[in-house]
């Protein structure tokens, strides 16, 4: 079942691969004619084009936009220059040779979850190129997963340690990646619609990889191109309700205090002009991850059964549940899901609420472990778990997530409760057990950011 679940998991991924979402979404039907979804652009309309990507996935997301470009004699021939933003060891040999191919395009890695210099310095070249759109300027942007810390440039009069100092104390806060972005959109430039601003009154294409829980646009990378639907108010509400973020620099607080207090802020209303020359378009999500592996289990033998594309909460907890979901699938009784063998999946992200005593691990690692150490008491042996990072990283680590079973805390040396308790899963499951196998899955970046994918095979 190890790898039948291992299979699945791969197949969920290939089905996001940003290089066939873009190609889907962009064709050339005619000469001169670029159709982007359902809508046509002629080159004749535009003098140049502007080409921005950041997050994740830029590298692919960019190069396959270039792809479409040369595919027509009248759009290749256009003036083209642009900014690629993407988190180090992100993009293949291939796709950095296309893209430096392509003289005016500047391609710049950033750190990532935590923002360093270089985020900045990409943020205000992206801004800068959009800034000199004109009407007759095609603006394709390219945003995935991780944009939000790829590109980032502090509100005045904030500076960069005090972004690094408040994503570390987001991070490790138990907070949603939604509710992390209305924080984030109050206190950088170029989020919350301010790229669509920057570029007005360039033509505004924007072609998303959601990574975030429902596919909310304006929160994904923190909206860039999208209006906000969040207010200064909001942000603040999580800081006075979550004792953790009173951790956030003194400087953060007071500026989003001003704001909702003056009920002002620098993102574009509903009514600005500028929303009617931008247009966002989703490409991929959660959800074809999540059906294309259903696909792969059912062509296994396995019954799938989707649990749905919201999977939330204390990645210990959720756990704790798909394991009581597979015991009454293996006991007698009735009213149960499915009858083995079948595959439960879902997607989603669960988060982990971090101490200061913390060790090294990721969701699907904690995920996995809590899984195992349940499976583990509940005698459940016909069960196979494996959680992944779509992007193949799980929290600061070189591991995409964990496949476990009911054998795995037997297999292995040490306490899997003190290391769950001590969110140190990725020491733990790093071990090898007789057979030579690690519990930890790693696949190396993936060049696609969905969040994540949890198969559970029962036999």
């Known amino acids: 079942m190890t790898e039948d679940a291992m299979a699945i998991c791969r197949e969920g991924i290939h089905a996001v691969d940003p290089t066939v979402a873009i190609r889907r979404y962009i064709t050339v039907p005619s000469e001169g004619v670029l159709r982007i979804d359902s809508e046509d652009y002629n080159a004749n309309d535009f003098k140049n084009i502007v080409l921005l990507a950041f997050g994740k996935a830029s590298s692919a997301m960019a190069t396959a936009c270039l792809s479409r470009l040369k595919e027509d004699e009248l759009w290749s021939g256009l003036p083209l220059e642009g900014a690629v933003i993407l988190k180090d060891d992100h993009g293949t040999e291939s796709e950095l040779n296309e893209l430096e191919q392509a003289e005016k395009i500047v391609v710049q890695s950033a750190s990532h979850p935590v923002p360093d210099q270089r985020s900045v310095d990409g943020a205000k070249r992206v801004l800068a190129l959009a800034e000199k759109a004109s ?61 669509a601003a920057a570029a007005y009154p360039g033509k505004v ?16 990378a923190s909206g860039p191109t999208v209006l906000d639907q969040s207010r200064p108010s909001d942000a603040l509400n999580l800081i006075q309700s979550n004792p953790t973020l009173q951790q956030l620099p003194s400087s953060v607080i007071e500026v989003i205090k001003q704001q909702a207090e003056n009920q002002h802020t620098e993102n574009p209303s509903l009514d600005a002009e500028v929303f009617e020359r931008a247009r966002n378009i989703l490409v991929g999500n959660n959800q074809l991850a999540v059906l294309a592996a259903a696909s792969e289990a059912e062509k296994r033998g396995y019954k799938p059964v989707i649990l749905g594309t919201r999977m939330e909460g204390e990645s210990c907890h959720v756990a ?13 009784g009735d009213y149960k899901v499915a009858e083995p063998p079948c595959a439960l999946i879902a997607g989603g992200e669960t988060t982990v609420t971090l101490s200061k005593q913390s060790g090294k691990g990721g969701r699907n690692q904690e995920f996995a472990l809590a899984a195992a150490l349940r499976f583990q008491e509940l005698g459940l042996r016909n069960v196979v778990l494996a959680s992944v990072g779509t992007d193949g990283t799980d929290g600061p680590t070189d591991a995409a997530g964990a496949i476990v079973d009911g054998g795995t805390i037997d297999r292995l040396a040490g306490s899997a409760s003190n290391a769950l308790e001590q969110h140190d899963a990725y020491p733990y499951l790093d071990q090898v057990d007789e057979s030579n196998h690690s519990p930890l899955i790693k696949t190396g970046p993936t060049g696609t950011n969905v969040a994540d994918i949890s198969i559970t095979l029962i036999r």
């Open 320 to 332: 704790g549940v798909y394991a009581s979901i597979a015991q009454h699938i293996i006991e007698d």
């Open 205 to 220: 294409v924007t072609m998303i990889l959601s990574d975030i829980v429902g596919d909310p646009l304006d929160l994904i």
């Open 135 to 195: 009407e007759d300027t095609l603006v394709l942007v390219c945003i995935s997963g991780g944009g939000s810390a790829l590109f980032c440039e502090p509100q005045s009069p904030l500076t960069l340690q005090d972004l690094q100092e408040t994503n570390s104390v987001l991070l490790g806060s138990g907070l949603s990646i939604e509710d992390m972005n209305v924080i984030r959109k109050r206190i950088e430039t170029g989020k919350g619609g301010r790229l």
